[in-house]
């Protein structure tokens, strides 16, 4: 700075200089600032919070849901084994008398179809199940897999009142205005029943322990892939009568469970995690407004937990976040992923780099193009009064600038009093010039009287008698300090009455030493004092 | 300040071309618009528009940003009641979607003007190539409305292992099928056979009386409410034809959709859309839990006499809710993706449709099919093709009201009438209160 105001570049170029300096320690201040308060974070992180938002509240609305019907089904289950044990026939060890009995089957669907379809009615999922460990006919071709029961199916689209009968009796859903579905068949297949072995292995566990999330699979005969929340139903003395439980589709899933999101394009996956491989578990769902189609296949996971993520499936690569929930007792836990398209935080990141330069830039742009524009505005009329000052024309326009203008008056001031003392002064030198002449005139005066002072001195010198002359040189050595001053005034040509005003004295004691002073010079008058006086004056000059 | 007024020009124009360098498409690959569709094309099943959807969606969807979301799929009537809904904004009803499966009487509920008209994004040399008819059925108030896609026919199904063992036991042959004579008269052999089962449901019953009256040379005649005029004798000459077997219980009307009484062996026989040949299990399971296969026979519909006989086309195209020109871009270009040549044939012939353009009718001959009961149908389709007239009914506002009405009360009144019937009642005279229903339903059908 030093160095920059020793510099001898115009105003101009300095006031730019300071200007652009000022400019960029306020962009520097303005960045600084946005940074300290967070509004200009990087994407990344801008993306990071906004994802972090999104898991917090799809693990809140996954944690809540299948809570939810966790307890649906345990009750699901304890209604319906509380109905086979009110039933002598059939409860306990009689409940094996259900295969091949038609008609008990009938009557046991004829009341649980009511009581599932109102369930079904009133809870968020697409399907309800019994399938009670029994079949209708033992002998026909693989009926050692075949379950008789209830299955009934939302629209997978819609949570209204209109049901279709997957499974059970046809006639019977019929009369009850529950039509068959499309792909009907009377009854269960266990074996087509995804994790039935390890629903059935639950049996042994307490009630409120026992249920599970089955693997995802594709109801036979559609393209619906569903997930069971299944809970087994076990009588009082641990009689296992069959399985029961919620169906959730993944398109149910998808239309119902869509994240409010802020992101453009939001995935949202429930995944399995087998040997550090993770599975779709079929429920997926995207932000409200769009919709993104899930990954499929074996997904990759690579980066940190709880950070950002490149997660991948398929052909498709994301970018998110992970993590853990653990749904129920008897599955391992699930992982949520939350996540956008690689493209768009691709361009997101991108986005905000170019915004930042470009923001750079422009702001760089208007300072600079600022700095000239008003340094050239604020200096042009100063640059033009100093013009105005160097060709003296100042006072031919005034200026815009009060201060320059006052500056005009100041000069304005200096030049009248300059002039005026330049009037003193030839005065002045008209007095000197007057006061010389008259001065040379005296002086010519002074030398002519002194000329006639010698020359009578010379002409009287022989009138003097050398005695009276010896006796007045003397004489001049015995005289007091005031009578030589006395002597000095008389010969400097003053009258009595101006040495008394000169001493201070009275003319009376002038007189007085008038009389002493002729006693010690041995004169009589003061004509012959001045004679002796002049020609000793000549004396000494020759 | 001129040289700064030109580098501040020159930075405006700068930006905007890096914010918005655009054509005239409204569409943005990296902004993707997500169309909501609602569609009748599998529901409940195997969707093959769903597999085409996701096939659009991985490939031009993706590189136009269209991204295609099937929210909903369901039947004729029950998307149309929804749609209705949706525009209302009825409680609890879904949004409105942005493309869906649509009849003309569901434009004229909805309004033509809120849907956009697809001769503004299809040239008329590009709908030269789609089958006139078609297009001028999906023409309202000159809106092309509804864009073609797929068209349905209507067919006889039939369980053919059930049929077999019945022909064996009875003589009767498919040949009998050609006719309506034939058919009943099959129809009473099977209920006596099958100690009174009945032999065929009927899914569209009141059409196949109105194309009873055309084949019979009648034209029908509406009423201002949008329904046949019940004082025509013909109108009441056709019913009676379906109204006797009916009433005895030979026939009867589909519980909603006459494969799902199939393959519950409640019945051997569905009249139904082609389009059901999705819908029908590969065998018929007994309530004793024992099965068989079906073996699906696919035959034309029997005709009325020797005359001219009609081929009935039916089904949806597709509608789009006017919103954003971007969205009508962008469901005109999956549109135009969905009915081109080949794409369009193995849509039409999975889903058991016709195809909309006029060469891939003749390309059907040498398709492969998916399997059998698809070859069935494309064969009695093409025996209607050949030998029928292709004939599109027209629409009316308020038709689907009274046939709505109609079927419920039918199914309501028909088994006291079998009943009675079998009893000895003259079947006749049950056949006249069935005419006595109809008249009742047409007083106020909407």
Known sequence: MKRLLNTKWTMQKKLIVYMIILALIIIFALFAGIMVIGRFDSAEKNIQNSLDFQMEAFEKDMSDYFNSLAASSIDLSSHISDFIESDSEISGANFKNLTDNPEKIEQVQSVLLGQLSQKLQYHNCSGIFVMLDATVNSQVEDAAFSRTGLYLHHNRYQNDDDMVLFRGIASLGKSNNVMPHRKWRLEFRTDLFSDYDKVVANAKLPMNQSYMLTDSFTLAGT????????????????????????????????????????????????????????????LACSGQDNYVEPLSGNIQVSGIPGKLSKISGGS??????????????????????????????????????????????????????C??????????????????????????????????????????????????????????????????????????????????????????????????????????????PTEKQILDYYLAGKSVKE?????????????????????KLNVTSLKQLLLYAAIMQQNNEN | ???????????????????????????????????????????????????????????????????????NMMTTPDLKNQLLAAKE????????????????????????????????????????????????????????????????????????????????????????????????????????????KSFCAFDYLIQNVEYDMLASGHEPVYNDADWYDTSDPNLKASWMKFAVPLAKGHIVVSDKYANTQIMTGE????????????????????????????????????????????????????SAYKTTEAKAEAAAIFLRWLTEGERN????????????????????????????????????????????????????????????????????????????????????????????????ISKGGD
Request: aromatic letters at 12%.
């Open chain 2, 345 to 440: 044939l193995d849509f039409v012939v999975e889903s058991g449709y016709m195809p909309v353009h006029d060469s891939a009718f003749e390309a059907i001959d040498g398709y492969e099919f998916p399997s059998p009961a698809h070859k069935e149908l494309f064969s009695a389709v093409k025996t209607m093709r050949k030998e029928y007239t292709l004939t599109i009914r027209p629409e009316f506002t308020n038709y689907y009201n009274y046939v709505e009405a109609l079927y419920p009360a039918l199914k309501k009144l028909c088994p006291a009438l079998q009943e009675r019937a079998d009893s000895g009642e003259d079947a006749a005279l049950l056949a006249e209160e069935t005419w006595d229903l109809f008249l009742e």
């Open chain 2, 89 to 196: 904004g009825a409680p609890g009803a879904p949004s409105m979607p942005d493309l869906f499966s649509s009849r003309p009487d569901t434009v004229l509920n909805l309004g033509a003007e809120n849907l956009v008209d697809f001769n503004d994004y299809f040239s008329e040399e590009e709908l030269s190539q789609y089958v006139q008819e078609f297009v001028n059925d999906g023409t309202i108030d000159g809106h092309l409305a509804v864009f073609p896609v797929s068209r349905s026919t209507r067919a006889l199904f039939i369980n053919d292992s059930l049929f077999y063992r019945f022909a064996k036991d009875t003589g009767v042959s498919y040949e009998m099928l050609d006719t309506w004579e034939g058919f009943f008269e099959v129809a009473a052999k099977y209920y006596e056979w099958s100690g009174g």
């Open chain 1, 316 to 369: 498709q690569s994301f970018i998110g976040i992970v993590k853990e929930i653990t749904l129920t007792p008897n599955n391992a836990p699930f992982t949520l992923a939350v996540m956008i398209p690689q493209s768009d935080y691709s361009s997101a990141v991108i986005k905000s780099i170019v915004q930042f330069v470009l923001l750079i830039t422009l702001l760089l742009f208007f300072s600079v193009s």
């Open chain 1, 499 to 519: 040495i008394a005003e000169l001493t201070g004295v009275k003319e009376t004691t002038i007189r007085f030493h008038n009389r002493n002073i002729y006693s």
């Open chain 1, 223 to 282: 393209s619906d892939e569903v997930v069971f929340l299944a809970v087994p139903i076990v009588g009082s003395a641990g009689t296992f009568y069959g399985v029961c439980g919620y169906e959730v589709s993944a398109d149910y899933f998808t239309t119902y469970h869509a994240q409010p999101a802020a992101e453009k394009r939001l995935s949202c996956m429930l995944l399995s995690c087998k040997d550090d491989t993770y599975i779709p578990t079929g």
């Open chain 2, 1 to 71: 300040m001129k040289k700064i007024f030109l580098c501040l020009l020159a930075l405006v124009i700068l930006f905007s071309c890096m914010t918005g360098c655009s054509d005239d498409s409204k569409l943005n690959p990296k902004k993707p618009v997500t169309l909501s569709m609602w569609h009748i094309y599998g529901e409940q099943t195997d969707s093959p528009l769903n597999q085409l959807v996701q096939e659009f969606n991985a490939t031009v969807g993706k590189e136009k940003g269209i991204v295609i979301k099937v929210t």
């Open chain 2, 267 to 318: 019945v051997a026989a569905g009249v139904g859309s082609s389009a059901a040949i999705n819908y029908y299990n590969d065998t018929v399971t007994y309530p004793d839990n024992t099965s068989e296969k079906m073996n699906l026979k696919v035959l034309p519909l029997p005709k009325t006499g020797s005359g001219e006989q009609f081929m009935p086309v039916t089904g949806t195209g597709f």
């Open chain 1, 371 to 480: 700095c000239l524009f008003f340094s050239k505005r604020y200096l042009s009329p100063i640059l033009k009064g100093l013009e105005h000052i160097k060709h003296d024309t100042w006072s031919e326009e005034p200026s815009p600038i009060p201060e320059i203008n006052d500056l005009f008056a100041y000069l304005a001031k200096k030049d009248e009093d300059l002039s005026a003392v330049q009037s003193e002064l030839a005065a002045a030198a008209v007095i000197y010039q007057e006061a010389q002449q008259k001065y040379d005139a005296a002086q010519s005066e002074l030398e002519e009287a002194q000329s006639q002072l010698h020359r009578l001195t010379r002409s009287r010198r022989n009138d003097v008698d050398p005695d009276n002359y010896s006796a007045f040189l003397i004489g001049i050595k015995t005289l007091t």
